[in-house]
T-cell receptor, first 116, second 112 residues
Framework: EAGVVQSPRYKIIEKKQPVAFWCNPI?????LYWYRQNLGQGPELLIR????????DSQLPKDRFSAERLKGVDSTLKIQPAELGDSAVYLC??????????????FGPGTRLTVT | EDQVTQSPEALRLQEGESSSLNCSYTVSGLRGLFWYRQDPGKGPEFLFTLYSAGEEKEKERLKATLTKKESFLHITAPKPEDSATYLC?????????????FGIGTKLQVIP
């Protein structure tokens, strides 16, 4: 069974430039998460989707970050414009359940973003 | 605010030297606690879910336990391939949402 797929794996951009990350979750997983992980820290949730609906985006910096999950499968996370402090690994995860269900998450390999 | 604290931040063991990692948490409405393993350059890999105090789960050399305030990940006779960062996460009700909060992890190094 294929795992969570993310692309690109690495991205280097200059500050003020836009960047986008793509995620394809495990087939059949309705819940999709985007996390940001800074060096030496645990993952921090940015947004959680239940199918097409963003059910928790309270931690998403909405002035520069946006996300979408069209058709309830693939998802894209965008930053515009990027700042130096956005350098981090952006992880996508998916799970079978969500909401009131307790369900383990399966993570992709992440996209390492470097903003110069 | 939900808090998850892991200790120690780093641990170096000789092969075969058993030890425990700690995850203490302060949350209201705990729904479950997760343990993940993360290798360098990879995403976290799910290990265990614990739901209630007194629960224990085992997988190979790993055993996870849960009390009302903390969880332990016991590593028995570790091998070099157990070297990784071990992350603890809690899922709890917070502000009307089901939130998952991760700790910063314990970086484990097992020396042959």
């Amino acid at each position: 069974e294929a795992g969570v797929v993310q692309s690109p794996r690495y991205k280097i951009i200059e500050k003020k430039q836009p960047v986008a990350f793509w995620c394809n979750p495990i087939s059949g997983h309705n819940t999709l998460y985007w996390y940001r992980q800074n060096l030496g820290q645990g993952p921090e949730l940015l947004i959680r989707y239940e199918n097409e609906e963003a059910v928790d985006d309270s931690q998403l910096p909405k002035d520069r970050f946006s996300a979408e999950r069209l058709k309830g499968v693939d998802s894209t996370l965008k930053i515009q414009p990027a700042e130096l402090g956005d350098s981090a690994v952006y992880l996508c995860a998916s799970s079978l359940g969500g909401g009131v269900a307790l369900s383990e998450q399966y993570f992709g390999p992440g996209t390492r973003l470097t903003v110069t | 605010e939900d808090q998850v604290t892991q200790s120690p931040e780093a641990l170096r063991l000789q092969e075969g030297e058993s030890s425990s990692l700690n995850c203490s948490y302060t949350v209201s409405g705990l729904r479950g606690l997760f343990w993940y393993r993360q290798d360098p350059g990879k995403g976290p890999e799910f290990l265990f879910t614990l739901y209630s105090a007194g629960e224990e789960k085992e997988k190979e050399r790993l055993k996870a336990t849960l009390t009302k305030k903390e969880s332990f990940l016991h590593i028995t006779a570790p091998k070099p391939e157990d070297s990784a960062t071990y992350l603890c996460a809690v899922q709890a009700w917070s502000g009307g949402y089901q939130k998952v909060t991760f700790g910063i992890g314990t970086k484990l190094q097992v020396i042959p």
